[in-house]
């Protein structure tokens, strides 16, 4: 069985997973094909046998100042920038990113299941609001989005296409 391997830049502790692994968590994947569409459920060994690699943060991860974790081939990349603003790109244009006017110095997902921004003082000025979900983990997509998932459900998503969960408050799905 072929594995497949996303890049990492700058440090950051990242799980990559196979077809075997995503296989044995029973790990569901979204995809969607237009705005405000339910996504349909990929199954990850689908997504990997199409020969999209997988990105999977889990808790305990991190993002310094001009580091990344990217997926695909690199053409979707969540980045930290110099300039303390967090950016998710794909093929190299912005298609989301938090509010945080510049203050980031640490992005770091966190193993009660949110996404945080730190800013130098250690002080949270942005997160995905997901805390109290143990195990959770961040899917960068291949596609440009983002998704957080627990127990094989979405739980947060950046709102980017192409991929669009249900609408807000629909199972449990909290907003960005």
Known sequence: MRRHT?????????????????????????AGTAAQAAPAPVSAASRIANDEPATFVYGGSGLDLNQSWTAGYGETALTLQGNGNVVLTHNGAVVWAPVTNGTG????????????????????????????????????????????????????????????????????????
Do not use: E, K
Not at 6 to 30: E, F, K
């Open 6 to 30: 996303s890049r990492l830049t700058g440090i950051g502790r990242i799980a990559l997973l196979g077809a075997s692994a995503a296989l044995a968590l029973g790990t569901t994947l979204a």
């Open 105 to 176: 110095h640490r992005l770091v997902m966190q193993s009660d299941g949110n996404l945080v921004v730190y800013n130098a003082a250690n002080w949270p000025v942005w997160s995905s609001g997901t805390y109290n979900h143990p195990g959770a983990f961040l899917d960068i997509m291949p596609g440009g989005a983002i998704a957080m998932y627990y127990n094989n459900t979405i739980i947060w998503w950046s709102n980017s296409l192409p991929v669009q969960p249900p609408p807000c408050g629909v199972g449990g799905v909290l907003c960005p």
